[in-house]
């Protein structure tokens, strides 16, 4: 166990980083690249968050030891939850948003220097990740990889755009209204919305007539946000099965107006579906996200 990690410590028991430079000189090379020298440089913080102290914890101990594992807060030796609290000393304050102690990385004991080196990240744009963003995470989910290479995608692979576009690794910030249902760490954009609205600007509305599942499902209801094998990211080859996954009715004679138990109104019975002009329901319906001046969505 460590002793430095137990024990009280004392401004007396603080050595200061220049200490610490003439055995790990490899490490000092380094560190003016890294944001956690500002505590150094500026000089201003206490000793218990200036520089190498601020996460090893104090040095004394150990520089007398002349070096040693249990002398000092050795990372390679802290169980998960300790890498978690020593990281969140300071960081606290924006991660907690993201409930990370309940993120579904955290219990997987997935946790920041699992996915940060403070010492070893490859470039500064890196935020101090082990590797660029999308290397790291295919590292452990390789099935998202393939779907990422499907004939209709998001270009990440291609640069485009990254997976915390949509996601955020630290996990989700507190759930309200429809993000209480979205699992998956999703990333949100301002006013809890959805994150694909960050781009997809067009789709936000409000409308004034809104389709019920866009605003209140959410997008992925329809679309599978990796890739697909359908054009347009969707869920379904052929659009109108989709739509008939919800408007169909459920064994009950189709009639205008007549709405069903699960509120949504069947698809109408002048719709021939024999006749493959029908099938084609967004040829009609073209704002199938939700339209202003139609409650059909026809404009
Ligand atoms: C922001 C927290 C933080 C600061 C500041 C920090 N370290 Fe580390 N250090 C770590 C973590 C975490 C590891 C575990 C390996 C990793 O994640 O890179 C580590 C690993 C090490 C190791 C083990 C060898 C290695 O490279 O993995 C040494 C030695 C070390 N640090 C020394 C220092 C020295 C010297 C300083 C000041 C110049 C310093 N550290 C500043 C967090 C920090
Ligand atoms: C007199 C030389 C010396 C000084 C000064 C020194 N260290 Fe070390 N340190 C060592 C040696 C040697 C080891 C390797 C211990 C081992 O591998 O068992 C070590 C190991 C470490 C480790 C553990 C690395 C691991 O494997 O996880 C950390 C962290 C560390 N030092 C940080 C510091 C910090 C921070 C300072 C300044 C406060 C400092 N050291 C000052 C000699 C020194
Ligand atoms: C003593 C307080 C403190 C501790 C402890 C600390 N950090 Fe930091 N960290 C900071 C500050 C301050 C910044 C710089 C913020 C800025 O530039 O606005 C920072 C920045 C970062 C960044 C952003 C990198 C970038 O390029 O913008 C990452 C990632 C990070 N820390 C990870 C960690 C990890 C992982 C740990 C635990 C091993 C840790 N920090 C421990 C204070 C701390
Ligand atoms: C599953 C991997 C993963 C874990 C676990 C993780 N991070 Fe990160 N973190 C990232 C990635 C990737 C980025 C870069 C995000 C980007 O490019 O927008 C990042 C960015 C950051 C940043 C800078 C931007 C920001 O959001 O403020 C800080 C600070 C940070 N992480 C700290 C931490 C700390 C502290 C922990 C542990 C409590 C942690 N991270 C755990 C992957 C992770
Ligand atoms: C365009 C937005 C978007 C991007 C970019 C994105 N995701 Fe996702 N991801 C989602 C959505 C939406 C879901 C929920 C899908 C569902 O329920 O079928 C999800 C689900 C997941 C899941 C859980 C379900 C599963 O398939 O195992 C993982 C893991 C995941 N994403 C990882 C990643 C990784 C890794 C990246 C980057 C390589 C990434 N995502 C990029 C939107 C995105
Ligand atoms: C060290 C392995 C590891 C790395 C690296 C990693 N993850 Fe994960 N991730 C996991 C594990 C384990 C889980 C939880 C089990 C599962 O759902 O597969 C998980 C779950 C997820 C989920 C699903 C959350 C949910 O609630 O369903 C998403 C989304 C995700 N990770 C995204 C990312 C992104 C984005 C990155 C890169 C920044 C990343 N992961 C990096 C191991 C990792
Ligand atoms: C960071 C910006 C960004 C985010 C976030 C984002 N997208 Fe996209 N999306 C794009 C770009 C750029 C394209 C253009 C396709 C390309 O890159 O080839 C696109 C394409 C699409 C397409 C296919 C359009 C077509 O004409 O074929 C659909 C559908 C889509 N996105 C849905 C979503 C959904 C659903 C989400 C949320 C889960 C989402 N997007 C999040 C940027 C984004
Ligand atoms: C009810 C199912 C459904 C939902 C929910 C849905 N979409 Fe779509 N989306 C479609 C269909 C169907 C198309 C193809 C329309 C066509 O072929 O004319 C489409 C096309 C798109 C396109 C490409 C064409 C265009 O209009 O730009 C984008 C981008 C898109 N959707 C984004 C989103 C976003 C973002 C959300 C969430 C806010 C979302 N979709 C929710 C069914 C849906
Ligand atoms: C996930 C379920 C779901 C899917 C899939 C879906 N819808 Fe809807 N739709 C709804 C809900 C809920 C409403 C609003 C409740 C209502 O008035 O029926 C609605 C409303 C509508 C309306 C307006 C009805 C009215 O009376 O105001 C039209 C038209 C419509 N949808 C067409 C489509 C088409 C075309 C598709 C396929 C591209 C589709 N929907 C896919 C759930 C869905
Ligand atoms: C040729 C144009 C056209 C096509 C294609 C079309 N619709 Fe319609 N749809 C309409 C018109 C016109 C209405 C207005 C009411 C009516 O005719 O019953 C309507 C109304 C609706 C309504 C609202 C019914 C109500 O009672 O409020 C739903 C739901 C609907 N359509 C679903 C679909 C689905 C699902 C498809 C594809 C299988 C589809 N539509 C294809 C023209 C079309």
Redo the contacts with the bound molecule.
């Keep these: 166990m460590l002793v430095s990690a137990i024990l009280p410590a004392f401004a007396a028991d603080?050595?200061?980083?220049d200490?610490?430079?003439?055995?790990?000189p490899d490490?000092w090379a380094n560190f003016y690249r890294n944001p956690h020298f500002k505590s150094v440089a500026s000089g201003k913080e206490s000793p218990e968050n200036t520089?190498?102290?601020s996460?090893?914890?104090?040095?004394?101990a150990?520089?007398e030891a002349?070096?040693?594992?249990a002398?000092?807060?050795?990372?390679?030796?802290l169980a998960p939850d300790k890498v978690l609290d020593a990281c969140l000393r300071c960081h606290s304050k924006t991660l907690s948003r993201a409930n990370i102690r309940r993120s579904s990385h955290t219990e997987q004991d997935v946790v920041c220097s699992t996915c940060h080196s403070i010492h070893k990240s490859p470039a500064p744009k890196f935020l101090l990740a082990k590797a660029e963003q999308r290397d790291l995470c295919y590292g452990c989910h390789t099935s998202v990889r393939a779907q990422f290479s499907m004939p209709f995608k998001h270009r990440v692979n291609e640069g485009t755009i990254k997976c915390t576009d949509c996601h955020n690794p630290h996990g989700a910030f507190d759930p309200t209204s429809k993000m209480a249902e979205r699992p998956h760490m999703m990333e949100q954009s301002e006013g809890n919305e959805q994150p694909c609205l960050k781009c997809h600007i067009d789709k936000r509305g409000p409308f004034v007539y809104e389709h019920g599942s866009v605003r209140v499902e959410g997008c992925d209801t329809c679309h599978s946000a990796h890739g697909s094998m359908n054009a347009r990211l969707l869920r379904r080859p052929v659009t109108f099965t989709l739509c008939l996954e919800c408007h169909n009715g459920v064994g009950q004679q189709g009639s205008f107006g007549v709405k069903f138990n699960n509120g949504v109104q069947r698809t109408p019975s002048d719709h021939n579906m024999a006749d493959p002009r029908y099938r084609n329901c967004t040829s009609c319906h073209v704002r199938i996200h939700g339209s202003n001046t139609s409650e059909f969505f026809f404009r």
């Design positions: 603080y050595v200061g980083s200490v610490c430079k003439t055995c790990h490490v520089g190498c102290e996460c090893h914890g104090p040095g004394k150990h520089v002349r070096g040693g594992k002398t000092i807060v050795a990372f390679s030796q």
